[in-house]
C-alpha cells in the first residue's frame, strides 16, 4: 500500500512554455502534500506544501507565480511551471502524508523536466 | 533553525563488508530523525525512523541505524551490504512528527563485487 504516482516521469518543452506534473496518491488519501526540487546530485529542496482545499505555502525563494500549486483533491496534487526556462530543469519528486496515519511521507517517484 | 550534516558525499565499500553512513544534525529542540533510500531515477524509499524509546532503529534490508543525542548523530549501519544496496542515502528530520523534513546533502553507497 501507500504509493504515490507522478505524470509524466519525464517531459521535454520549449523555454516560455508550461508544463504540469500530477502527483496521485493510489491508496490512500492524502491531505497533504508536498514538492520538493533535485537537481543532480544533490538533496531534495522543499519548495512547497500543499494542502487539500487550501492555497500551498510556499518557502522561502520560491516563486508561487512560476511553480503554480493545486491540490483539488485527497488523491491529487498538481505543480505547473509556467513560462519555463533552462534553468527550471531539474528532477521534481512529490511527497503525500496519509490522512489517518499522518506522519509519514510516501514519495512518488519523480518527474525529470528538460526545457530546452 | 535545523540542519542535517552527511559528512560523506561517496562510501565505496567491497560485498559483503559493513557500512556505516554518518549522519548529524544540528537543533535546538528535539527532533524526529529519518533515513531514506533512492534507486537511480525513482523517488525516496523510507529505510527507518525514530520517533521516540529505544535509541536503537532497525528497519528494512537489514539496515539500523542508532540514535545518540549527546552527539546529535543518528548513523545508518549495515553489517553486510549487497550489491543492491547500491544507491544514495539521504537522512532527514523533522521538527514535529507532521512538519517538513528537511534533508541532508545524501551519500552515495557504491557496492563493489
Known amino acids: 500500500g501507500a504509493v504515490v504516482s507522478q505524470h509524466p516521469s519525464r517531459v521535454i518543452c520549449k523555454s516560455g512554455t508550461s508544463v504540469k506534473i500530477e502527483c496521485r496518491s493510489l491508496?490512500?488519501?492524502?491531505?497533504?502534500m508536498f514538492w520538493y526540487r533535485q537537481f543532480p546530485k544533490q538533496s531534495l529542496m522543499l519548495m512547497a506544501t500543499s494542502n487539500e482545499g487550501s492555497k500551498a505555502t510556499y518557502e522561502q525563494g520560491v516563486e508561487k507565480d512560476k511553480f503554480l500549486i493545486n491540490h483539488a483533491s485527497l488523491t491529487l496534487s498538481t505543480l505547473t511551471v509556467t513560462s519555463a526556462h533552462p534553468e527550471d530543469s531539474s528532477f521534481y519528486i512529490c511527497?503525500?502524508?496519509?490522512?489517518?496515519?499522518?506522519?509519514?511521507?510516501?514519495f512518488g517517484p519523480g518527474t525529470r523536466l528538460t526545457v530546452t | 533553525a535545523q540542519s542535517v550534516t552527511q559528512l560523506d558525499s561517496q562510501v565505496p565499500v567491497f560485498e559483503e563488508a559493513p557500512v556505516e553512513l554518518r549522519c548529524n544534525y544540528s537543533?535546538?529542540?528535539?527532533?524526529?530523525l529519518f533515513w531514506y533510500v533512492q534507486y537511480p531515477n525513482q523517488g525516496l524509499q523510507l529505510l527507518l525512523k525514530?520517533?521516540?524509546?529505544?535509541?536503537l532503529v532497525k528497519g528494512i534490508n537489514g539496515f539500523e541505524a542508532e540514535f545518540n543525542k549527546s552527539q546529535t548523530s543518528f548513523h545508518l549501519r549495515k553489517p553486510s551490504v549487497h550489491i543492491s544496496d547500491t544507491a544514495e542515502y539521504f537522512c532527514a528530520v523533522s521538527v514535529g512528527i507532521t512538519d517538513k523534513l528537511i534533508f541532508g546533502t545524501g551519500t552515495r553507497l557504491q557496492v563493489f563485487p
Open positions: 537543533s535546538s529542540v528535539s527532533v524526529y
Open positions: 525514530y520517533l521516540s524509546g529505544s535509541t
Open positions: 511527497s503525500a502524508r496519509d490522512r489517518v496515519w499522518g506522519y509519514e511521507q510516501y
Open positions: 491508496d490512500f488519501q492524502a491531505t497533504t
